[in-house]
């Protein structure tokens, strides 16, 4: 079983539709949480960091996290067609004397105009 | 501005040459990071710094190698040893360990 699990998609949705998109994860130990925003042929870029469970909200986006079933998910509303992208979320996990994110394999989002 | 530059954006190499990606920073990040990133397949850890003169090996360190003599550079070597080097390459840095990844734009290399 792999240690951060997302649906790959792609998922389409019309311009201004609310998106969902969701992780689960194997390890309790987690408590950081984030998601970052991926571009064709570029870096991932931070959307988002949470600790712990609850909803924290920036603008358009809402992550949300629940600790007692291991599920994350990050929220866009009114989706423009420029949020087109894959998301990638990533537990912090504990390593040795440091941390290292564990990052899932993306969701694509395609947002049509 | 501050970032992270990586260069070259593309690179060409024939099988069992090694070749050296280059990343630089200028946030003035103590960590920095080099992942590997396959279709299909989340971000993997290759190598980790956390101080000058110091690095410790990620989750597929093997045919890899790295140095970091500057708390700027972290360049990271594919050697002829890495069994299927054509990747897209990210490196990252954090101010501290438990912080945010910021990342670079990537180096594309294909290895034919």
Avoid at chain 1, 14 to 42: D, H
Avoid at chain 1, 77 to 93: F, I, V
Avoid at chain 2, 5 to 13: A, E, G, M, N, V
Wanted: charged share 20%; with cysteine.
């Amino acid at each position: 079983q792999k240690e951060v699990e997302q649906d790959p998609g792609p998922l389409s949705v019309p311009e201004g539709a609310i998106v969902s998109l969701n992780c689960t994860y194997s390890n309790s130990a987690f408590q950081y949480f984030m998601w970052y925003r991926q571009y064709s042929r570029k870096g991932p870029e931070l959307l988002m960091y949470t600790y712990s469970s609850g909803n924290k909200e920036d603008g358009r986006f809402t992550a949300q996290v629940d600790k007692s079933s291991k599920y994350i998910s990050l929220f866009i509303r009114d989706s423009q067609p420029s949020d087109s992208a894959t998301y990638l979320c990533a537990p912090l996990a504990p390593m040795d004397s440091s941390y290292k994110l564990i990052f899932g394999s993306g969701t694509r989002l395609l947002v049509r105009p | 501005d501050g970032g992270i530059t990586q260069s070259p954006k593309y690179l060409f190499r024939k099988e069992g040459q090694n070749v050296t990606l280059s990343c630089e920073q200028n946030l003035n990040h103590d960590a920095m990071y080099w992942y590997r990133q396959d279709p299909g397949q989340g971000l993997r850890l290759i190598y980790y710094s956390q101080i000058v003169n110091d690095f410790q090996k990620g989750d597929i360190a093997e045919g890899y190698s790295v140095s970091r003599e500057k708390k700027e550079s972290f360049p990271l070597t594919v050697t002829s040893a890495q069994k299927n080097p054509t990747a897209f390459y990210l490196c990252a840095s954090s101010r501290q360990e438990n912080s945010p990844l910021h990342f670079g734009n990537g180096t594309r290399l294909t290895v034919t």
